[in-house]
């Protein structure tokens, strides 16, 4: 059963910095492209990033390049996301996804002075 | 930016079918994703590759994609299909995701 549990979200100041994480199970984790998508309080699903399977192809929503970096350890399993300069507009749950496929349930990120 | 465009809601009776609707001007060249998502829950991918089912995915669900337009089909809608429904599909520079901004269902 593929299983992706994300981590690190949290409460943060305007201009700080957090680091998500998303553990992942159930599956060949180092054959697939993994994505974040981000979802605002009330509001729709916006893409944010995604990186190749090796980790040498990173894409980036332009509202986040500079700021935000993704990254990948193989040999954990697992997906980063290592957020800087956050704006209240970067208050979302940030979710893990697989390909296109299964979506993990989220992590809160809230960035409030 | 590359944009996919859905009403905000649609309202059926239960039996009846729900279309829900999605423009781009990248289909049907790219394939369109359809999430369902309900409250308090992570999406569901309920359509992939225009007109895919994933196991356990009810056959009610059917997709299509032609012209600038991409469709989720409910057919017999039912109570427990209320939920957001996102189409999704990839920018015209590759493996840039977008998704349009869903479409509440509801049914009753």
């Known amino acids: 059963e593929v299983q992706l549990v994300e981590s690190g979200g949290g409460l943060v100041q305007p201009g700080g910095s957090l680091r998500l994480s998303c553990a992942a199970s159930?599956?060949?984790?180092?054959?697939?492209?993994m994505s974040w998508v981000r979802q605002a309080p009330g509001k729709g699903l916006e893409w944010v990033a995604n990186?190749?399977?090796?980790?040498?192809?990173?894409n980036y929503v332009d509202s986040v390049k500079g700021r935000f970096t993704i990254s990948r350890d193989n040999a954990k399993n697992s997906l980063y996301l290592v957020m800087n300069s956050l704006r209240a507009e970067d208050t979302a749950v940030y979710y893990c996804?697989?390909?296109?496929?299964?979506w993990g349930q989220g992590t809160l990120v809230t960035v409030s002075s | 930016s590359y944009e996919l465009t859905q009403a905000p809601s649609v309202s059926v009776s239960p039996g009846q079918t729900a279309r829900i609707t999605c423009s781009g001007d990248?289909?049907?060249?790219?394939?369109a994703y359809w999430y369902q998502q309900k409250s308090g829950q992570a999406p569901v991918l309920v359509i992939y590759?225009?007109?895919k089912r994933l196991s356990g995915i009810p056959e009610r669900f059917s997709g299509s994609n032609s012209g600038t337009m991409a469709t989720l089909t409910i057919s017999g809608a039912q109570v427990e299909d209320e939920g957001d429904y996102y189409c999704?599909?990839?920018?015209?520079?590759?493996?840039?995701?977008?998704f349009g901004g869903g479409t509440k269902l509801t049914v009753l």
């Open positions: 996804v697989v390909t296109s496929t299964f």
């Open positions: 159930g599956f060949t984790f180092s054959a697939y492209w």
């Open positions: 990186i190749k399977e090796d980790g040498s192809e990173k």
């Open positions: 990248a289909f049907p060249k790219k394939y």
């Open positions: 590759e225009d007109n």
């Open positions: 999704s599909s990839t920018d015209t520079i590759d493996n840039h995701w977008v």
